[in-house]
């Protein structure tokens, strides 16, 4: 119980001072408002109160509180707002205390069913129900009508002008009312005869074309569809509005006259026919393209091993050849040795024989000079040799040497 009492105690504490903190701020606030706050003339909210308030922009300003401010400043004059027509400029001009309103005539919005296609843009737009499509051509209801050209500036073929009340009436007054229907199909030939007045169409390229579906989502014919990330436009509904064509980030949409439209359509469409027999023929020759590969393939393989079995072959008759040189060259060496070792043997025997002969030599002549050695030594000594003695002694040597 003792710690119940406590938390709240504590959570009590809490309350208190986050309550005192958030009235102190609300004061500061509060003062800090009355001290910075940027005070309106009561003028300038007095015209914002003649202001009809529907912020359609006709006037060229962002709502009726820029409207009000620059009439306040003298930028813009007292019948600036559209919408208010001269009852509301005058109410103004009575709070700025101008005396001489400026006479302006009501503006209107006035659309050229020559050049309107029917997208219901300027339906959708007006913020008066002003605007009605009756038999893809926009029509303006004068006594609705506020003139505050929303319309004219949302219309893709500037088929919408803003012109005076009694210059919209008089030309509406002018424009046929029952048989503008039943006379469109009889122009049609005329239009294809002069291609200056032939409709126009939104024709897509497809190179371009990234299929973001934007053309497809703001078609409001229901005439552009993507498939396979390509946009084609459906050319019996079209209208040629260009609605696509403002909406395309990639600026791929274009109008043309209806007729080059069509052709190049058809043109599409007998290539999407073609595409399957294209496809067949590629895929026909991407066949063959394999299939000639696969046999050069083969006759390579066969190439190579045919070159391999002459490769070894020459490689073999090149082994033979290298061993019957080797063979002849063993036999040439073996008789080249043969012979040399005959011819060493047949010197070793003449120079054996030479060497005999030259001892017997030796001898004899070893016996001769001993036998003459004995005979001197016998011989009474009669005095010395003369030189004729000497020459017939050397040569008598000589002969028994040879």
Partial sequence: MIVMAFNFVAVLKATLVVGIVGLLIGIVLGFAGSIFEVKKDEKEEKIRACLPGNNCGGCGYPGCDGCAHAIFLG????NQCPVGGPKVAAEIAKVMGVADVPK???RKAYVRKSDCVGCTLCEKTCAFDSVHVVNKKATVDLDTCKGCGACAAKCPKKAIDLMDESKARELFAAEPKAAAPAAEPAKAPEAKAAPAGEPQKAYVHKENCVGCTLCQKNCPFDSVHVENRKATVNQETCMGCGVC???CPKKTIELMDASKAKALADQEAAAAAAAP????VKAEAGKAVEAAKAEAGKAVEAAKAEAGKAAEAVKAEAAKTVEAVKAEA????ETVKSEATEAVEAAKVQVAETAAKAEEVVEEAVKEVKMHGRTASARPL???PG????????KSINQKRV
């Fill in 277 to 280: 027999a294209v496809e067949a």
């Fill in 245 to 247: 064509a403002s909406k």
């Fill in 382 to 384: 009669q005095g010395a």
């Fill in 104 to 106: 302006t005539e009501a």
């Fill in 75 to 78: 930028e813009a004059p007292v």
């Fill in 330 to 333: 063993a036999k040439t060496v």
């Fill in 387 to 394: 030189k004729k003695n000497k020459r017939e002694h050397a």
